[in-house]
T-cell receptor, first 114, second 112 residues
């Protein structure tokens, strides 16, 4: 069974641009969560989608948004990029929601904002 | 509170045991996880423990949970150079449908 895939793996953008990252969960998994990883803040939760609905949202500005499609694939979008948005963005999928559902992570998309 | 604390660095010799420690502040945590991150890679789930357990063993890995002190540890027996990575402790709160809360990670260096 294929793991979680994320595209692209690397991305370089300039301030003010917008970016869309994609995540394909493990087949059969319906929950997709996104995390931002930076050296200073560590791993921080962005949002969680389940059955095409956002179920949880972390403490990030409205420039960060996401969606989930009927096949459970998910995208996240960051508009008006800032230097501080440079990070590794990780996607995780699980069968269901919450405790007891193991989350499996993809390799991440490394975003660099110049 | 929802803080998970870990020491940042650990260095051990190949063949020795490694013990990575984690403390959490929310006594209502139910599942506690250990993830491994190798350079340039995502997070790999190593093991997890449910809060009604004290210990869990899985091959070279042993997880110990002290609920009274809110202390979690991961012991790696016979540490190998391939174990060099960053190890993250994470929790899910008792309310259930909440995201993972991660520690800052412990960088394990294995010296040959």
């Amino acid at each position: 069974k294929a793991g979680v895939t994320q595209t692209p793996r690397y991305l370089i953008k300039t301030r003010g641009q917008q970016v869309t990252l994609s995540c394909s969960p493990i087949s059969g998994h319906r929950s997709v969560s996104w995390y931002q990883q930076t050296p200073g803040q560590g791993l921080q939760f962005l949002f969680e989608y389940f059955s095409e609905t956002q179920r949880n949202k972390g403490n990030f500005p409205g420039r960060f948004s996401g969606r989930q499609f009927s096949n459970s694939r998910s995208e996240m979008n960051v508009s008006t990029l800032e230097l501080g948005d440079s990070a590794l963005y990780l996607c995780a999928s699980s069968l269901g929601r919450g405790r007891g559902n193991e989350q499996f992570f993809g390799p991440g998309t490394r975003l660099t904002v110049l | 509170g929802e803080d998970v604390e870990q020491s940042l660095f650990l260095s051990v010799r190949e063949g020795d045991s490694s013990v990575i420690n984690c403390t959490y502040t929310d006594s209502s945590s139910t599942y506690l996880y250990w993830y491994k991150q190798e350079p340039g890679a995502g997070l790999q789930l190593l093991t997890y423990i449910f809060s009604n357990m004290d210990m869990k063993q899985d091959q070279r890995l042993t997880v110990l949970l002290n609920k009274k002190d809110k202390h979690l540890s991961l012991r790696i027996a016979d540490t190998q150079t391939g174990d060099s990575a960053i190890y993250f402790c994470a929790e899910i709160l008792s309310s259930g449908n909440t995201p993972l809360v991660f520690g800052k990670g412990t960088r394990l260096s294995v010296i040959a």
